[in-house]
């Protein structure tokens, strides 16, 4: 159909690929899934990435997602399947036809198809490790030996090695030679007689210098090794902290068993930040889009119990000063004020600590600093800020003494806050508990008590 402009319905469709996911784009593949439009339906697919693709799968209901993986059928993409949020992936294997799954699957590189195995039952483990070669699926069922969340777990297998005595004509005459090279790599790791890891060649530095130049001279400066047993954060933190590209991963025998690529390294970190964000908010680090009303409701029930409890100590709080709430109204209306105003501060402090200490900027030897800055700021903003609320006591209520109690508690409570968003964080991270998970509880609870109790006792010595 062409409308005055000229342009038809397919003009319209390709020009929203230039942004993949665009409504109408979704609601025309949706359309060949319903009236069973295979060619039309790959044809709109065709031109998407296996990330958009895999968002696609993500934002349409079950049903419509079976529907359109089995129309779309041999065209599916092992990549889509590393793309896909873990809440759903489950769901998808067991939706592709079993030739299918086998086909995409082959053709992934170890480290992703380890990834994939790790959220699935042993069944669906079986099903997928029986389509992969002999080789391969020694390497695999070897990773899957190593510590969950461990550099062995995140490495590839695949690896381009060469002896440290090689020229880079050498190097090169292999690399054309080979058939089985990993679809992309950053490095050569040189490696001694007992495969023991010695530096790396840039693709770049190999490409640029004569054949006859030994590529022991062309090592790069920055070169750092990982044990298989590392936890993946201190990899993702290696990786962001030495603007690593690539680093080769080793046994207990220091031999060469992997490498880890920055692609890898900063899946890691972006999984990390996520988490810390949903447990700051107190929804659960697994909390997705796709989740039932159900799940949802069950990651985050705990959290509003723990905010519920210290809800009720703040009002055992304002419990102990309600005859003198009952003579002067305006405290009930001002106690939210500074309750919420310590409650502000305090998230502020909580979220540049939690920041800090996963990046390991906050260390030992600079908490001191960075407690007295927080205090400082929040005696700074405590003084502006009470000014602002002792004019309000005094223009609103027409009550001097009421201003001055406000004002007080005021600094009072954004010192406390700016100290507690520091010190709480720390003290947890000592006690190896999370202080994304526990801080804000905590925080919440000291802002909340010290706030009321400030302002209320401070109205009962002033105003009573």
């Excluded at 060469?162 to 992309?184: C, K, N, S």
């Excluded at 107190?282 to 949802?296: A, K, M």
């Amino acid at each position: 159909m062409t409308d005055h402009t000229g342009t038809t319905a397919d003009d319209d469709a390709r020009e929203d690929m230039t942004n993949p996911l665009e409504r109408k784009v979704v609601t025309a593949i949706l359309y060949a899934v319903d009236v069973g439009d295979r060619l039309r339906l790959i044809e709109l697919m065709e031109p998407l990435h296996p990330a958009d693709i895999a968002d696609l799968l993500e934002q349409i209901n079950a049903f419509d997602r079976m529907r359109l993986i089995k129309l779309y059928d041999r065209e599916f993409d092992g990549e889509i399947l590393t793309e896909l949020d873990e809440s759903i992936r489950e769901e998808v294997i067991r939706t592709l036809n079993p030739e299918v799954l086998a086909d995409a699957v082959r053709e992934l590189d170890s480290d992703d198809v380890v990834d994939l195995l790790e959220d699935l039952d042993e069944a669906q483990q079986e099903a997928i490790l029986d389509v992969l070669e002999d080789s391969d699926r020694v390497a695999v069922e070897q990773s899957l030996t190593y510590p969950e969340y461990s550099a062995g777990r995140l490495m590839q297998r695949e690896v381009v090695m060469a002896p440290e005595h090689w020229t880079v004509g050498e190097a090169i005459d292999y690399l054309r030679r080979t058939e089985d090279l990993p679809e992309q790599f950053y490095h050569i790791v040189l490696v001694d007689p007992k495969l023991r890891p010695v530096g790396n060649v840039t693709l770049g530095k190999l490409m640029s210098s004569r054949r006859e130049v030994a590529l022991a001279s062309l090592l790069e400066e920055t070169f750092h090794v990982i044990p298989v047993t590392r936890p993946e954060s201190e990899v993702a933190y290696a990786f962001n902290q030495y603007h690593l590209i690539s680093a080769p991963v080793v046994d207990e025998n220091d031999r060469l068993v992997g490498v880890i690529t920055i692609d890898d390294a900063m899946a890691v970190l972006d999984e990390e930040h996520e988490e810390d964000i949903l447990r700051l908010a107190g929804v659960g680090e697994e909390s997705r889009l796709s989740d039932s009303v159900l799940e949802t409701t069950r990651q985050r029930f705990p959290w509003l119990a723990v905010n519920l409890v210290t809800a009720v100590l703040a009002s055992l709080v304002i419990a102990q000063f309600e005859a003198a709430i009952t003579q002067v109204v305006a405290l009930a209306v001002l106690m939210p004020i500074v309750a919420s105003m310590g409650g502000n501060a305090g998230t502020q402090a909580l979220t540049v600590a939690v920041r800090a200490l996963a990046t390991r900027d906050l260390t030992g030897s600079n908490v001191w600093r960075v407690i007295g800055r927080e205090v400082m700021v929040g005696l700074v903003n405590g003084l502006a800020f009470a000014l602002v609320m002792g004019l309000v006591g005094i223009f609103w209520f027409g009550s001097p003494a009421l201003g001055g109690v406000i004002a007080a508690a005021m600094v009072i409570n954004l010192v406390v806050a700016g100290l507690a968003g520091i010190v709480v964080p720390v003290v947890l991270d000592k006690l190896r508990v999370d202080p994304a998970l526990a801080s804000g509880a905590f925080v919440t609870t000291v802002t909340d008590v010290v706030g009321f109790f400030a302002f209320l006792g401070l109205a009962v010595l002033v105003l009573l």
